[in-house]
């Protein structure tokens, strides 16, 4: 066959495919659907980036004005909120059993007395350790007001006159924290990159499982040349999922005001491979996964881990060594920590090689992949054809 047949054949596969995806509500849903308003709902949950005012139940059985003057400057916090004050440790405990609170602030009965003797004192902080996020507003909060109210007791006791005095007798030691990349301290900015790179992988995989398994079911003949049926429907969600990519992974951050510092130039070569192997990654697994409904499973049952093994919400060096060697399979890996590098911390393509590489490879291996497994069914599906027509 010419060139020009080939081209052909791609472009008229292209138009099929295009048309198949559009007739189907199913593919209209996870091709336009998903990837337009998934980033959205995303974004607006994690848009308030911190949690604010977190309810929590006191405990004062010291009843003086130094544990009042603790609980001003909690109550003073934007983080934390006094909800609730409590007689027993016991009674606040329910406060958190039915979800109104979480965490607990409990000052004993000589919280004051042994400030008075120059002793240590205590302040018992419970918090609910199913909420990482409120649990760090509670204790962070409880934990910078300890430090300022000891701060201040030792001034008062140390007997010095200047204030430059005060600050070196109760921080002899000074330290300053400048929060680098992630500056917000955000949960949003901290894992929106993740999330929103993993959509367009489990996007792709849907649509084309989907339509790959619509296609089996009503009987779709089969194309002889494999290389043209591959390229055809490749570039049919090429197109489509290039507008989705630059939806999602560019113009949502900036909708929600997130941090983005990626250049366009260094985004358009990094996404390119990685958009590649997403497709190729699909195809491949559409013709393993022949039925609709096991791919939309497989789908929804993968994004979790596929997240965590990125290394974004779990370090990558904390992962054990044989689900690290899964997670080098995966494109969304090196995709996520690539973009979040480059969204987060202003890194360039020449920053990031060893994701490109990884993504290149990927999208080169998956592609044959998925060349040697449509041939397979095509081959199958031949003799299957063949050996009919003989028995008629």
Not at 89 to 95: K, N, T, Y
Request: proline share 4%; net charge negative.
């Amino acid at each position: 066959m010419s060139l020009k047949t080939h081209i052909k054949n791609i472009a008229d596969i292209w138009w099929q495919e295009t048309a198949a995806i559009f007739k189907d509500s199913g593919a209209v849903l996870f091709c336009i659907v998903l990837p337009l308003a998934y980033p959205i709902l995303y974004s607006w949950i994690y848009n308030n980036e911190v949690v604010r005012e977190v309810p929590v139940v006191v405990v004062d059985d010291s009843h003086s004005a130094l544990s009042r003057e603790f609980i001003q400057k909690v109550e003073a916090s934007p983080d934390v909120s006094i909800a609730f004050y409590s007689n027993s440790i016991h009674e606040a405990q329910s406060h958190i059993g039915h979800g109104e609170a979480y965490g607990v602030i409990y000052f004993p009965r000589n919280f004051a007395t042994n400030v008075g003797r120059h002793e240590q004192t205590h302040v018992s902080v419970y918090c609910d350790m199913s909420y990482m996020l409120t649990y760090k507003a509670i204790f962070q909060t409880a934990q910078s007001v300890s430090s300022l109210m000891g701060a201040e007791i030792q001034v008062a006791a140390s007997g010095v006159y200047t204030d430059r005095e005060a600050q070196i007798a109760s921080q002899p030691l000074d330290f300053e924290e400048v929060p680098i990349f992630n500056t917000t301290s955000g949960y949003g900015n901290f894992v929106l990159p993740g999330v929103l790179v993993l959509i367009i992988q489990q996007a792709l995989l849907l649509s084309v499982g989907l339509l790959s398994g619509t296609q089996r079911e009503k009987h779709f003949p089969m194309v002889k040349h494999v290389i043209d049926a591959y390229f055809g429907k490749g570039f049919a969600f090429l197109l489509i999922f290039s507008v989705m990519l630059a939806y999602c992974t560019l113009v949502v951050p900036r909708m929600f005001g997130f941090v983005m510092m990626v250049h366009f130039l260094d985004w358009l070569i990094f996404m390119a491979p990685y958009l590649v192997a997403c497709i190729a990654f699909a195809v491949l697994g559409s013709e393993i996964i022949p039925f609709r409904e096991a791919v939309m499973l497989t789908a929804v049952c993968t994004s979790v881990p596929f997240l965590f093994l990125s290394g974004i919400s779990w370090p990558q060096s904390a992962i054990p060594s044989f689900w690290q060697s899964c997670a080098n399979y995966l494109p969304s890996t090196f995709a996520i920590r690539g973009f979040i590098r480059m969204s987060s911390m202003g890194a360039r393509i020449g920053d990031v090689l060893p994701e490109f590489r990884a993504l290149s490879i990927l999208a080169v291996l998956y592609s044959l992949a998925a060349l040697g497994v449509m041939y397979r069914r095509y081959i199958i599906h031949k003799r299957y054809e063949d050996s009919t027509t003989d028995e008629k």
